[in-house]
Structures are given as structure tokens and as C-alpha cells.
């Protein structure tokens, strides 16, 4: 069997480990990204501060030692377009003015990688038994409100990004470094500077993050427990051992980055959740982190503003009902409220551990009033860092960004709708800076010759079923499903998707690598029946790849005779070497190639 998989992250990886480990000797596994580096999410999207979520790139290495496994990098998969004799009409939304509909044209493919190999769907299926799309959610869901940026990013107020740019900026994304990306304006920096007030609208984990690597950068170059900092990177690499440095400083942040959220003067970040306490996104370990920022000698300039009483009390009846209903989320919900509003600073290892009881009778509701951590210095401490705040805003739905009156392009306020559903009152905040974190949604292959302002079905490939609404792959439990008119629907044989693209942008690395091995035995269940069976004839109208036998030998044409490289895993490995050297020359753990062409050119020394 050969089985080609589109994209790298962990999905990508960890369905090529359960089949390469399979007892289907006779196999082949050919990843395609459309970037010249690996891992996906791992590099892209999990915090610089979080190493040890990233050590999983150790197994994925692993998998790419089996001979049977191939790697190509700088490969951008799209649709060529056209009629296909052989498929029926997509799946669109019924509004093809959805502003959830992530959908571009091949034009912009060729220029948001001008450098990659543009290699159409079309030409890689007859060398292929089997196509799995594992490629994630590449795009950030838009608020759709006056001043807020459009799903690719584009519009809105100046200084009002999503979390996905945001992101891709601190993790040295060349989406947000590269000035070539997206026809010479795909570089989407982040500009600090001025900026005082930064505002988060939702509160699940990327919006912690976000929070977090604000708060601890600006000590990040200096040595931990001390206020002094250098702006030359080099000078406290050199001059101090790694392990004094910060833990953000030894982090793969990239260093201009760093240099940049190290001298800005963020004092406020404010967090604002639509819903209330006993609905946050975030999971209790994200929260812990951020609650504990003050008691870290890199983060005690941080402080948090606290509960509102009323928000304590909304929690405790959200709680309430969570446990009349038997919801499992009931125990996950109190271990976070019951952290929310512990007081921290009087945790230890001999301090007894506060309980969080939910009253039976709901007239003896009583929320806990436990003291916090100071939200002001002592003005006799040694540490001369300015205190900076954070604050959980519940109950704050955005209806508009609003612009400042000295600068009508750049964001100066948010009017918020505050209330719980009971009592709605409208309310403008001020704010400097905006980040978007309302979560992401996949995209489909491009095809080429459609514009954006086509019909959703005429902008997306002919051959990949599309759910515009819901922006994931039709499926059943892995299966491409090609729904039809009447609200049925058909597998189309062959071709799979896994990960966020096929379920949404939910669940972690971990919950990836279940639905991963899910779709993975699918696939090997599939190919034994065909081999024992002849389950797909080879004449049939709903056969895209090639029958057991018949696949076309060697890479499609285009990308054997292309002009421009491809990176293979060993071309990958020259990367990564020289990214770990640049690290270890400044201390860290690596210093990420922030460009497509500085990465072809490492790669193929």
C-alpha cells in the first residue's frame, strides 16, 4: 500500500506510526507539507515556554528512520480544478456569504509560498492506494464585528490581530517574519510599542498563552531574580550559564521577538470570557500557570486583580447545575473554581488544603471570600520591576472595536455587551491592543482559477468534499463522506482526514494521537479488505486513487521535474542542526530560521 499524507503535525505523524507499524509489511508513507520544515502544531502553535510539550518531535523522529517513510517538504498540495469525470459536486453551506467559509483561490497559494512546489491533487492520486488530509486548521475564526479583521487576516483596525498571527509571531512562523509570504505582504509583526493596555477576547488556552508570554517577557533577559537586563542576547549567553538564564530566555523563542516583548511596557492584560466562571475554555493546568506568575522570581511583578464577588456567585450556581445535570465536566469545572479563587500565596507544603464545597440548598449558596495575592509592591521590596496586572473579565461579549479620536485607523476602545443574559448594559473599554482568540477553522485545498468572490462549491476543490459552515472535511470517523442534495451521504474510497481538519480545532496533542491511531486502523481495514475482497474496481466513478497494483510507480511528474527543491527528512535534519547551533551559541534551546528561502538553502547544502 502507498499512502500519501497531506501535512505534518501530529496527526500527520501519528497516523504514519500505527500504519509503518502495522503488520502490513508492504507498505509506503509519503508526507507532503507545504513548508520546508516539519511538526506542525508542535513547532507552530505549542508556547515557547512549554518545552516539554515538545519533546513528542523525539517520537516523530523516530518514525522517520523507517525506511518505508518519505518526507517532502516546501510541497504546497492544491486542486487543479476542472470538471472531474469521475466526482460529484462538493459540500458547501447553504450561505456562501459565511464568514466562516475559508476558502482562497490559486493565485494566492502561488503567493502566499512563492518558493514552494505548487503540486495539484490531481497529479499525486494515481501513484496512491490511499490519501489522508492532516494538514489543521490554517486559519483564525473572525469576530465579525466593526473594526475586527476578516478570517485571512486582512482589514479591521490597526493593532487589532487574531490569536493565529499572534502566535505565529512569537513562535517564528514565516507567515509573521517571512516579507515574501502572501505576494511581499505576508509578514504580520507585532508592534508593542506604546502599548500599555492589551486586551484578549476569549479565554480558552491559546488566550492564556498569549497572556502569559506578554507577562514574563520583560524580564525574560535578565537573570532570574534580578532586575538588571542587557539588550545584546549575546552579552548573557556568554556571560552567565544557561541555567540562570530565564526560562522564556532559554526557550526557542526567536530572538528579535524576545528583544521586542522584553522592552515593551505592557501593565495590563485583560482577559474578557463571554460566559461566566463555570464556563472557561481553559483547562485547570493553563490556569494554574497563570495564577502562580506572581510567585515566580521572573514573574513577581505580576499580579491578579481578583474575582468579583458577583462573578463568584454566578460561578457557584454554574457549578451548581452542572452537577444537577450529572455532567462529566462537573469535577474538571470545580477543580478550576476552586483554584480561581484559592489564595495562592498561602499554599504550602504543610498548609492544609482549602475545600470548595457546593451548597446542597441553593438559597445557602456562599461564595468563597479567600484573600489574594497584593495587587501593589511594597514599596520597600528590592525588586525595581513595575507591577503589571492581569484581570478575568466575565460576562463581556464584543460588539465593535472602536478607533482612537487622534488615530482613526487604530484600535482605542472596545464597546463590550456586559451581563449574563438577565441584564445586558453596553460598555467601552479602553485598550491599546487587541488579540482575537476565538478559535481557528480548517481550509480546503485551493483550486486553481477561482477568485474569493466565487460560489463557495467553484472556490474549493472539485474532488475534496468541503463543509463551509462547520470549515472541516465531511467524514464519518475518518471516512470522506461526499454528501448529497438529499442529505445523504457516500464514502468516497481512499481518501481519509484526521486531526483538527476532520473534528474541529479541539482537544490537545494527546486527544490528536487517539483520533490519529482511530483513522490510521481504518485505513489498514480498509486496504485488507480490498486486498481480499477487490472492494473498489478500478472502473468505478467514486475512485479517485489508484486500485491494489495499479498505482503509477515513482513521485508525480511535476514534482520529479520540478526547477524549485523539495526538502527530504534528511534536508530537514540540516535545519534542525543548524537552529540547535544558533541556540546553544546563545544559551538556548534553539533559535528558529525565521525565512523559506534561509531554510532552502540550509537544507540543501
Not at 507585532?190 to 508570554?213: C, E, F, H, P, Y
Not at 482568540?437 to 480548517?442: A, I, N, Q, R, W
Not at 475518518?478 to 479541539?506: F, H, T
Request: hydrophobic share 35%.
Amino acid at each position: 500500500m502507498r499512502l500519501a499524507i497531506v501535512g505534518s503535525g501530529p496527526s500527520a505523524f501519528y497516523a504514519a506510526a500505527r500504519i509503518l507499524s502495522s503488520e502490513f509489511g508492504n507498505v509506503q508513507v509519503d508526507m507532503y507539507e507545504r513548508l520546508p520544515v516539519p511538526h506542525g502544531l508542535v513547532r507552530w502553535g505549542v508556547a515557547p515556554d512549554h518545552p516539554d510539550v515538545k519533546n513528542v518531535e523525539h517520537r516523530f523522529a523516530e518514525v522517520a528512520k523507517d525506511p518505508r517513510f518519505n518526507f517532502y517538504g516546501n510541497v504546497n498540495i492544491v486542486s487543479q480544478g476542472g470538471a472531474n469525470p469521475r466526482s460529484s459536486s462538493i459540500s458547501s453551506s447553504s450561505s456562501s456569504s459565511s464568514r466562516d467559509a475559508v476558502l482562497s483561490s490559486e493565485a494566492d497559494a502561488l503567493e502566499s509560498y512563492p518558493s514552494a512546489i505548487h503540486l495539484p491533487i490531481e497529479s499525486i492520486l494515481p501513484h496512491y492506494n490511499s490519501l489522508l488530509l492532516a494538514y489543521g486548521s490554517t486559519r483564525s475564526r473572525s469576530l465579525g464585528i466593526p473594526g475586527s479583521p476578516d478570517i485571512f487576516g486582512r482589514g479591521g483596525l490597526r493593532n487589532v490581530h487574531s490569536s493565529l498571527d499572534f502566535v505565529h509571531w512569537y513562535n517564528g512562523h514565516p507567515a509573521a517574519h517571512d516579507v515574501s509570504l502572501g505576494g511581499g505582504g505576508g509578514a504580520k509583526h507585532m508592534d508593542l510599542t506604546g502599548v500599555q493596555k492589551l486586551s484578549i477576547i476569549g479565554a480558552g488556552n491559546v488566550a492564556l498563552d498569549v497572556a502569559r508570554i506578554v507577562l514574563r517577557a520583560p524580564t525574560a533577559l535578565g537573570i532570574a531574580g534580578s532586575s538588571e537586563k542587557t539588550s545584546d542576547p549575546t552579552i548573557d549567553a556568554h556571560s552567565n550559564p544557561g541555567k540562570e538564564l530565564t526560562p522564556l530566555r532559554k526557550s526557542d523563542i526567536p530572538e528579535p521577538v524576545l528583544a521586542h516583548l522584553s522592552s515593551s511596557r505592557v501593565r495590563k492584560v485583560d482577559i474578557f470570557a463571554r460566559r461566566g466562571p463555570a464556563q472557561l475554555a481553559c483547562t485547570t493546568k493553563e490556569l494554574r500557570e497563570m495564577m502562580t506568575l506572581w510567585s515566580n522570581a521572573e514573574t513577581a511583578h505580576v499580579r491578579f486583580e481578583g474575582v468579583r464577588e458577583k462573578d463568584k456567585l454566578r460561578g457557584l450556581e454554574g457549578l451548581q447545575a452542572l452537577q444537577r445535570s450529572s455532567s462529566p465536566e462537573y469535577r474538571a469545572k470545580k477543580r478550576m473554581l476552586e483554584l480561581l479563587w484559592a489564595d495562592e500565596a498561602s499554599k504550602s507544603r504543610t498548609s492544609k488544603k482549602k475545600s470548595f464545597k457546593v451548597a446542597k440548598n441553593e438559597q445557602q449558596q456562599q461564595a468563597p471570600h479567600m484573600a489574594l495575592p497584593p495587587t501593589h509592591y511594597d514599596p520597600h521590596s528590592a525588586s525595581t520591576q513595575a507591577v503589571s496586572q492581569w484581570a478575568l473579565n466575565f460576562w463581556h461579549t464584543p460588539k465593535s472595536f472602536e478607533a482612537r479620536l487622534e488615530a482613526e485607523d487604530r484600535v482605542g476602545s472596545i464597546r463590550f455587551s456586559v451581563g449574563d443574559g438577565q441584564k445586558e448594559v453596553s460598555k467601552d473599554i479602553s485598550t491599546d491592543f487587541v488579540v482575537t482568540s476565538v478559535g481557528y477553522l480548517g481550509a480546503p485545498l485551493l483550486r486553481k482559477g477561482k477568485s474569493e468572490g466565487d460560489d463557495d462549491a467553484e472556490r474549493s476543490s472539485s474532488i475534496i468534499p468541503w463543509d463551509s459552515r462547520k470549515g472541516v472535511v465531511p467524514n464519518e470517523g475518518g471516512r470522506v463522506v461526499r454528501p448529497a442534495v438529499d442529505g445523504s451521504s457516500k464514502i468516497v474510497p481512499g481518501l481519509y482526514v484526521s486531526g483538527w481538519l476532520a473534528r474541529g480545532p479541539v482537544g490537545v496533542i494527546a486527544s490528536t494521537m487517539y483520533d490519529a491511531n482511530s483513522v490510521a486502523d481504518l485505513i489498514l481495514s480498509d486496504w485488507a479488505q480490498q486486498l481480499s475482497s477487490a472492494h473498489s474496481d478500478a472502473t468505478s466513478p467514486d475512485l479517485l486513487l489508484a486500485a491494489p497494483g495499479q498505482q503509477a510507480p515513482d513521485l508525480p511528474k511535476e514534482l520529479r521535474e520540478s526547477s524549485r527543491p523539495f526538502v527530504d527528512w534528511k534536508g530537514w535534519q540540516r535545519i534542525d542542526r543548524e537552529e540547535l547551533k544558533r541556540g546553544q551559541e546563545l544559551g538556548k534551546l534553539r533559535e528558529k530560521i525565521l525565512t523559506v528561502d534561509e531554510m532552502l538553502r540550509v537544507a540543501v547544502q
